[in-house]
């Protein structure tokens, strides 16, 4: 009976090695995102200046929505991400929404009667100022997917979040990932994802599939750390060799912070000559640019505005092939004032001859980002809209979605840290760091495995001793009772 007891006791210890062995594979949760662009107004046999304002105003606000399945049976809605807020909430299908923010047309609220899983929480919402809305903290289960083809989805029971029944805003339901650590009265989405061991960390990336288009969010590790996740030609270099990080200038005590890269040089390459011909920016003592997604645009400081038209708009301004409209916008409750160039697209070819590609020199990455003709225009009808607008007095650069399409950046919310993996970066003495730090999931298996081995060579040796002292036993009974039986009672029991 002992021998039976060990042995099962040695299969759990196994078991559970084992399985520890495979939750120590480091996977990222995937969230498919796409842009969805406001109805743009229709067009007339003229354009006038309010249609091209409109058409301005919806390729400069780059509304990305994540796809969130909720509730039993799952109801598909689309959830704002914002990278530059800390809130998370989504809002009932009957909730109260302000005149000026009318309610969307579309899955972009959540029914709560229509799921048999949904429950109430002793927690209540309040006001927050970032996204104004008043909520209430409830469970219901979301269906998450992640990087990993053999744990591809997972369903999480009970997940909380705060359901809005009134709204003050065009957010009628957001996603944030600033990341907000001092507050106690709600999480956010990094902190209920963390809950429910679903990520280790609060890193995350945009993989733009289609320029200024759609996509995945990725959160919970930098490529190096999950090899579920594709290499492609884009990504190639998602090596740690490769990789470098710095320090962003966010602010975590402002509510409207934002992440910021701190460039070295901002200069044009001039195209019309055979040799390489830098373009200094002058004056450009600014060379903070503020990075989000969220903006289908270029927002090039008020210095460069006049190069860029010196060095390449002016004859086409000039000979009324472009024009240069503005419009305002309000934003973060401030009205801002943007100029913006839209041209004759029959134009086209002989622009991107013209064209001064401008460069933006980063030290620590050693690498120069590039904003080419082809990254920076929008066809529409008979007509491109240049996504590169100036702001009428911000000396800073904002990159939007043009930049985020072309270059993969990596940002670690709670350290503030932004990451890039160069091809001119090649960190040859960081390979023993990986092997000691990186590594040590790979050790882990190892210690697993030969505990395992262990374990299984203990329980085969005390199998044996007490299977080996049973049969001892046995026999010397035996033997005790074939010597001290009478003859007699022996025949009798044959």
Known sequence: MKFQVNFIFIIIVIISNIKLIFSDENYSIIFPFTTIEKKEPELTTHYNMTITNEVMKNIFLNEIFINFEIGSPPQKIYLRVSVNSDNFFISKEDAIFEKKYPKKEGNYYYDQTKSSTFKNTEKKGDIYFSHV????????????????????????????????????????????????????????????????????????????????????????????????????????????????????????????????????????????????????????????????????????????????????????????ICYQPVFTLNRNYDQYTYYYYYCNASYIEQMKKDFNPILFEHKEFKFNFSLEFDDLYFKKNKYIYLRIIFDEFSPNWIFGSPFFSKYNLFFDSESKEIGFYSPNINHHILEENYNKNVGKSVSNILLHILLCIILIIVGIFLGKKIYGLKRKLRANELEEKFEYKPAEKQLENY
């Open 133 to 320: 809305h008043t909520s209430e903290y409830v469970m219901d289960d979301i269906i998450f997917y992640t990087t990993n083809e053999k744990k591809n989805k997972i369903n999480i029971k009970e997940f909380q979040f705060f359901l809005a029944n009134k709204v003050n805003g065009p957010n009628h339901g957001i996603v944030g990932l600033k990341n907000y650590p001092y507050s106690e009265k709600r999480d956010d989405f990094f902190s209920s994802l963390k809950k429910f061991n679903l990520i280790k960390n609060k890193k995350w990336f945009l993989d733009f599939e289609n320029p200024n288009k759609n996509g995945n969010l990725i959160i919970g590790n930098y490529p190096h750390f999950d090899n579920n996740i594709l290499k492609s030609s884009k990504n190639k270099f998602f090596d740690l060799n490769h990789f470098e990080k710095v320090y962003s200038v966010v602010n975590i005590e402002k509510w409207d912070s934002t992440w910021n890269l701190n460039f070295n040089k901002i200069y044009m390459r001039n195209a019309s000559t055979s040799n390489i011909e830098e373009i200094i920016i002058p004056n450009e003592n600014f060379k903070s640019v503020t990075l989000n997604p969220n903006f289908g645009v270029i927002v090039g400081s008020h210095n460069f505005k006049n190069l860029f038209e010196t060095s390449f708009l002016n004859k086409y301004l000039n000979n009324k």
